[in-house]
């Protein structure tokens, strides 16, 4: 059983810059691949980035590539999502979630951490 909290969120001008960060207990982070998802109401979710269970490699959406950077420290068992020149578009619920398996598919994730608000304002 693993537990994963989200910690960052918050109201942003666009061009500014947040950390999120994911802790999880229950289990050593570095059994698991993390994936940060975002969800806007009334929109899909979507995969953002992942990273490996040693963080050799990663993975970006379009839309962030040179703008986010996904990162994890397994001795704190904590991933972080670094956000760069916000834009209105970011806004919305960002997730932290763990897989076995390194994927971006929802449905491959095992955990879901319960979610921590972005608003971007133009």
């Known amino acids: 059983q693993v537990q994963l909290v989200e910690s960052g969120g918050g109201l942003v001008q666009a061009g500014d810059s947040l950390r999120l960060s994911c802790v999880a207990t229950g289990r050593t982070l570095s059994t698991y691949a993390m994936v940060w998802f975002r969800q806007a109401p009334g929109k899909e979710r979507e995969s953002v980035g992942a990273?490996?269970?040693?963080?050799?490699?990663?993975y970006y959406t379009d839309s962030v590539k040179g703008r986010f950077t996904i990162s994890r420290d397994n001795a704190k068992n904590t991933v972080y999502l670094q956000m760069n020149s916000l834009k209105p578009e970011d806004t919305a619920v960002y997730y932290c979630?763990?897989?076995?398996?390194?994927?971006?598919?929802?449905?491959?994730?095992?955990?879901w951490g319960k979610g921590t608000l972005v608003t971007v304002s133009s």
């Open positions: 990273i490996s269970r040693s963080g050799g490699s990663r």
């Open positions: 979630a763990a897989s076995t398996q390194y994927s971006i598919r929802g449905p491959d994730m095992n955990y």
